[in-house]
């Protein structure tokens, strides 16, 4: 399948659930002669020379994107400037340098001085992922039928968008382009919002005293369980995320508060109507997600009701 | 099977997808002679009939509690006062009177005065339910492995405790008792405000104008769509349980507020050390859940990730 290569060299900084699923929905579809990967756990660099998610495997980042024409940060943006500053002298003239980070704004400011001129900027941001971290938990299909969307710098060359477009279709994902900041006010309210929400009512939850953890966890399947998916997350992604999206987040955030206050507003008043017609429209907005594809259709998630349960 | 019988008459007041799972789950035990089935909708009522989900079907309720030993409504909290007013001339002395509401202080206040006091008057909640509504939705496993909970009044004998507590441990429960109150404010946190933010951040998703809805559709898999399962939940019965649990809503309500001022603070702020914190934190608590059986281990509720993915 030597005619699907689409490039010689890729090197994968950071081989976490993201970058690891990266890795293997490259090896999947061939898309490149040699996988350098580069991790600064030597447990996770391990793991993935054992899972063998690709052909060189590297403490040293430098060395990593020695000769590479593709560079993908798949590391919490926290780490960017540091791995950039590293990593700056030994990229290639005419590489594409990208990343799989939550925000972008941030990203663009961070590395754009940092890097070269002679190499393509282009941030990316794949909208998959579970709450799941490290390489074994990563997966080729991650990417399949989901967004991937890239912001791609003014300096960027069409033709480097385009090439970077083509290898995230060919790992199964629609790439959208947008601009860096319209992408954070986006992911301020898809996803940043939703997961300072759940990581909030599992925190207040833990903290009651007139109700007791056992009853939390016992009586959790009444909605409350939904939420601990995405408040499982990795915390120090999740950490950068909300330091380098700030502003984003607190207006949305903003305009969650003042639709609660009328809600908590409606509930104090006994506002049945009101609280029946918000009710009635947010239905709708599921079955548009399903439409598109981006959720199941089968109940609780798919859940399986029956995988623990001894039978009587 | 006839050993297994534990009621020789049981009456199901609403057979939508609580009542269609406790009559699936009854007649896969085989715990009654005769399952009478009673609903207000004629189209679920004919439903249910072509589903064979009883032995009788009847527009009246009054004609499905006739001679039953245990009667169970399963209908929004909003209707007991009017069921229960229809058919208290109709219950046979010692008949056992429950039902499977999501509040239940309110439920004692209003049916204690309107039931007869021949009857056993004990209130009950199964903790489970999907996002789905209607008889054809429901399945016998529905319970398994979750936990029931019982309020019985004051009145009720311990007898008639015991046989309800058997029926749902038959049909797959773990069963908890407690006094309304107290059920009330475990359930406000476990359930009744994460569905209130839920449906609240659906609202506000669907509300802005500098994202489209488009938008919030495609890239929703960031997080937004785990919102979006409980926020299609039934709007009649979600409604009813905000009119009707006010108190200790707003009490938790109150404290996941308080906390989110505090988190809106740290982002604010930049206080990454309190950002990790908390994020690392409610890690444990899913761990907890899952180790209780409430809750899967797969990644992303074992959502499907290839279903309906074209192949490339």
Not at 106 to 115: F, S
Not at 211 to 239: L, N, Q
Request: charged share 25%; hydrophobic share 40%; net charge negative.
């Amino acid at each position: 399948m030597a005619d699907a290569i689409m490039f010689d060299r890729i090197a994968l900084i950071g081989i976490g659930l993201i970058g690891s699923s990266i890795a293997r929905a490259i090896l999947r579809a061939d898309l490149t002669r040699e996988l350098a990967i580069s991790d600064a756990s030597p447990q996770h660099l391990s793991e993935a020379e054992k899972l063998e998610l690709g052909h060189s495997f590297h403490h040293d980042p430098v060395e990593a994107v020695q000769d590479a024409d593709l560079v993908i940060l798949c590391t919490p943006v926290g780490t960017y400037r540091t791995i950039g500053e590293q990593i700056a002298p030994a990229l290639k003239a005419g590489a594409i340098v990208s990343d799989v980070g939550s925000v972008k704004e941030h990203v663009v400011d961070t590395l754009q001085d940092v890097l070269p001129a002679h190499v393509d900027f282009i941030p990316g941001h794949p909208i998959s992922g579970t709450e799941k971290s490290g390489p074994r938990h990563g997966f080729a299909e991650l990417f399949d039928n989901r967004f991937c969307i890239l912001t791609p710098t003014e300096d960027a060359s069409q033709q480097a968008v385009d090439r970077l477009k083509a290898l995230w279709e060919a790992i199964g994902s629609e790439v959208e382009i947008m601009d860096a900041k319209h992408h954070d006010l986006v992911l301020a309210i898809t996803s940043h919002v939703p997961h300072l929400i759940a990581y909030n009512i599992v925190g207040t939850a833990d903290d009651l005293e007139s109700v007791t953890k056992s009853e939390v966890i016992k009586f959790s399947a009444g909605g409350f369980r939904d939420f601990t998916r995405i408040a499982a997350s990795d915390p120090i992604m999740w950490r950068d995320v909300f330091l380098n999206n700030r502003d984003a987040v607190l207006e949305m955030l903003g305009r969650f508060l003042e639709d609660l206050s009328m809600l908590q507003r409606a509930v104090r008043d006994s506002d049945g109507e009101m609280l029946e017609s918000l009710f009635t429209r947010t239905r709708n907005i599921r079955r548009s997600i399903i439409d598109a594809g981006q959720e199941t259709d089968a109940p609780d998630f798919g859940r399986q009701h029956h995988a623990e349960t001894d039978s009587e």
